[in-house]
């Protein structure tokens, strides 16, 4: 299976200090991959250094993706939603893939920004203002503004964080049609049991790789103490490839 983005002894630092330490492996073309580990593990400073948000203090992010061919949902609590923007607006967003950021959104786009709300159960919500939703409604869009984005990489920053369980659940059907549709998707999640019953690969991080590879190996019992015992002795003073012990 071919290889659709490659970490190579990558490292992150905030202002010298680490925040990912020497992660190294590849996330194969069209495969469904969670990043977990204990909270302030890195999980999300590595989705934005593969996003490019994040340039790594040493080694390499590979991959030969065009900027549109990757898609990027990052946490909520990141998000405006203060702008007075509408819903359909909002999804529009997603058709700079092919109209370019200062393009014309014809009605072909509009169109398929409509079927998009209605694939993530919003249809008739078009007008309205993005402020006015609930977590879970606004996630949903988020999901609907991917979907007309149409990349073949999709990165999805704690997705189902503070939404109703029957949002997550028709969310993670989208995801799981993404994965039959052959692209890679990643995400980073907090949520164990989602990560075994929906991700069969899975990235254990604590700012240094526990394990990588699938689910059931990696997240055993051995593997999560591990994980728990390296958070525990994290020395946000440390320099960059200094020991954390």
């Not at 072909?108 to 879970?136: C, D, I, M, P, Y």
């Not at 526990?210 to 059931?216: D, E, H, L, R, V």
């Amino acid at each position: 299976m071919s290889q659709a983005i490659r970490l190579a002894d990558v490292t992150v630092a905030y202002e010298r200090h680490p925040a990912v330490h020497h992660v190294s492996g590849s996330f194969d073309t069209g495969s469904l991959t969670a990043i977990a580990g204990p909270n302030g593990a890195g999980k999300s400073t590595l989705l934005k250094t593969i996003m490019g948000e994040l340039k790594p203090a040493s080694g390499r992010v590979e991959h030969r993706l065009a900027p549109l061919d990757l898609g990027y949902l990052p946490q909520a609590s990141e998000i405006n939603r203060r702008f007075p923007i509408s819903v359909l607006d909002t999804v529009l967003l997603g058709a700079w893939r092919t109209s370019g950021a200062f393009g014309r959104i014809g009605r072909q786009a509009r169109v398929r920004a409509v079927e998009a709300l209605g694939a993530v159960g919003l249809q008739g919500f078009e007008k309205r203002h993005v402020g006015s939703l609930s977590a879970g409604q606004f996630q949903r869009v988020l999901f609907a503004r991917l979907l007309l984005q149409d990349a073949k990489v999709i990165l999805l920053d704690e997705p189902f964080t503070a939404i109703d369980a029957r949002t997550t659940t028709d969310l993670l059907e989208i995801v799981a049609r993404w994965h039959g549709e052959g692209r890679t998707v990643i995400a980073v999640l907090h949520d164990f049991e989602q990560v075994r019953a929906h991700f069969p690969k899975t990235l254990l991080i604590a700012r240094e790789l526990i394990a990588w590879g699938a689910t059931p190996e990696v997240m055993s019992g051995a593997n999560l103490l591990r994980a728990r015992a390296m958070a525990e002795k994290w020395d946000d003073a440390a320099g960059v490839c200094e020991p954390t012990s």
